[in-house]
């Protein structure tokens, strides 16, 4: 549903009852209560589980880029121009799309960590398929960095990363966001939470009871099916441990 920053933080002031129901509240208040409301919504884009979507993201490569000499950059202006993911957690997967096919093929691709990435002993060695992609969730102008290995040698494959879509900070008080069932209630009583110190008002335990089972029923909503990984040990029945002789394993 569609709601903005002004109509959250009015339903968070009557909720304190700090302002009453259709009485403005001043410019300075609204402002300052939009500051709360976006380091609230900053944290929640640090936890999986507050974020309600995957987004599948296709880019075209540059050919020789891609190693530590010449990373992607990433973020909004970057290489590869979407909403920085949050931290390494927030590549949940990825992909090469081979160039020239029809239809089109996407071969999966693994997404490592960084030792993983730090034992790859020739990181700008080169080919046209890479197999590997790794992300440095660095800060600078906004923008983490991507490496591929081996750093891809043409510009006729793409790249598929597949990114948790976290929520945005809200640009102004009066600007349309869509969000999920569930998150309207969410935003309201534990924006209530964080603006009754600051503005003394007193916080019942009925708001605090709302805010914690709001914000959990949005977290139990965002929970992932997840493929089970299947062990060597118990699919090959010559590969099993005997407790008992101590043989096999």
Known sequence: MATTALTLITASFE???VFQQGESIPAKDSQSALGFLNRMTSGWAQQSLTIPAIARNVFTLTANKGGPSNPYTIGVGGDLNVVRPANQASVVGAGLILGNTSPAVEMPRAVVTDSAYSNIRIKEL?????TVVYYNPTTTNARGLIQLWP??????????????????????LTTQYEFPPGYEEAFVYNLARRLSKPWGAVLDADTKNLADQ?????????????DLRNDLVFSNPRAGYDINTNLGG
């Open 126 to 130: 080169s080919n046209a398929l890479f």
């Open 214 to 226: 709001s914000l959990t029923t949005i977290k139990r909503s965002n929970l992932k099916l997840s």
């Open 151 to 172: 750093v891809p040698d043409t510009a006729a494959n793409s790249l598929v990363l597949y990114l948790q879509q976290a929520l945005s900070t809200f640009a102004t």
């Open 15 to 17: 909720v304190l009852n």
